[in-house]
Nanobody, 124 residues
């Protein structure tokens, strides 16, 4: 079992930056895929970025070149550095993890078993 706790959300002006963190606990040694998703009001949750246990990353087209996902394995912490933020980035951001390798073919909600509670990001 895995527990995930996000932090670092807040309000920022367009063009600004934020860094989200996701602290992992439990059976973290079994995690092979860990990702960030987001859900804007009235919209479905979408995959933003993913990193595998062997260091591969993938991003949604809407955030490529602006967001960077990274993992500190010593701290069991996932990060999302968000630069050049836009109002359309406003959403609740969720951390998700899974033991499987399904994320190597895409960032899909159904491929993740463990979820954090989310952190709000507002860009105005």
């Amino acid at each position: 079992h895995v527990q995930l706790v996000e932090s670092g959300g807040g309000s920022v002006q367009a063009g600004g930056s934020l860094r989200l963190s996701c602290d992992e606990s439990g059976d973290t040694y079994m995690i092979n895929c860990v990702a960030w998703f987001r859900q804007a009001p009235g919209k479905e949750r979408e995959g933003v970025a993913v990193v595998t246990s062997d260091g591969r990353t993938n991003y949604a087209d809407s955030v490529k070149g602006r967001f960077t996902v990274s993992k500190d394995n010593a701290k069991n912490t996932l990060y999302l550095q968000m630069n050049s933020l836009k109002p359309e980035d406003t959403a609740i951001y969720y951390c998700a993890a899974d033991f499987r390798w399904a994320c190597v073919s895409g960032i899909r909600e159904a491929d993740f078993s463990y979820w954090g509670q989310g952190t709000q990001v507002t860009v105005s």
